[in-house]
């Protein structure tokens, strides 16, 4: 989300690790025939995943080949899916299955005619068992290209329970209120927050929860399909919100310049690892899983979340996010690649991921059971319960140049802006300009 939205720290818990490929529960699925059709056939998926994702994904892709005999081979991309993909198919090795964590990329792919369209039986999964809007974001056109196996929920703010207990603060309702609560922790003797700033991802999250809340579902729309300008007061508004807690060297560990070398598993650490420098730190779900993978921490008691606030007596933002399967047209077993999906459209396939923890799925015929704690169990009802009300995280709705590519637009500009965030206005109209090449394009 993930996807550059959700890379984590490599390694993994030996609970984890030992769930295996056993993990994924039920019976037989159909994907291949169940009998071993696929043997033979090897099928390349590429995705953004590493360390504990990437691990926890073989698990499924290991599922699937116990189902159909068809071996696997996963290939991490980095944060530049578009550009990886778009080389290897160049180059004559395109891979058969891509995880696309941005909308954006999805459209871009299938506009240029690389994505074979979901098969019947996909398309039935889709629509049996998950929410409209799922099936909208993997649409072009009217054709359903992409399959969203992973979801995000990308409006939690995670902290340590201790840390909140220590300095005498509840979970606050509105943003003030978490900026009030930050300050009270910062004066027991931690920081506030830790930020991610050497991921430009993690900003625009910010942001969007902040835009979301305080200028409405409809703005977030407009702003999204850039309909509305980023120089609007609704976006300068945003911004000027954002800097009052960019700017206070009080809430940010380390200040602006350690936030600005701090990546996202990083930022975990600060708040759940051995040496705490933090007692809050915003992202979406999958920091669960990075802190019970990486530093064992016990999800529900010894971290926690509570919902991102309302800003400005708007509602409390729902942002989701998440990675979509898309099959290329020019893999060498794209058809083999097909049927990965047709399981992965599954609850079973779900299974064996929400069993290792660190995932949400979309797909509401997954057995709420299957997941491992009851944390994770209250967001993933809580984001299949918001049916097609949630917003999609708006820069993987943007095109890759903006939204989508380290050091370049969005990612690129709000970096800037935490470095200093004196100027809105200003920091608005760098946006639009970047906004108004990329969609041109």
Known sequence: MMRRRTTLLTGCTALALALGATACGGGPVSAGGGDKALSGQTVTVAGVWSGSEQKNFQKVLDAFTEKTGAKTQFVSTGDNVSTVVGSKIEGGNAPDVVMVPQVGVLQQFAKKGWLKPLSATTRQSVDAGYAPVWKNYG?????????????????????????LTQAGVKPPKTYEEMLKAGHTVSDSGLAAFAV?????????????????????????????????????????????????????KQLIAGGQKEALNTDFPGSVEKVFGPKPEAGLVYEGDFVAGVAHDQFGKTIGKDADFFPFPSVDGGPAPVVSGGDAAVVLKDGKNADAGMKLLEYLATPEAAAVWAKAGGFLSPNKKLDLASYGDDVTRATAKSLVGAGDSVRFDMSDQAPASFGGTKGTGEWKLLQDFLRDPSDPKATAAALEAAAAKAYRG
Not at 144 to 160: D, E, Q, R
Not at 207 to 221: H, I, M, R, T, W
């Open 139 to 163: 649409s072009v056109d009217g054709t359903l290209y992409g399959l969203y196996f992973k979801a995000a929920h990308k409006s939690t703010v995670w902290y340590s329970p201790d840390a």
């Open 196 to 248: 991610a700033g050497q991921d430009g991802w993690t900003l625009t999250d910010w942001f969007e929860n902040v835009f979301l809340s305080q200028a409405g579902p409809q703005k977030y729309d407009a702003l999204a399909a850039h309909k509305l300008k980023w120089t609007d007061p609704s976006v300068v508004n945003a911004l000027t919100t954002l800097g009052k807690l960019f700017k206070d």
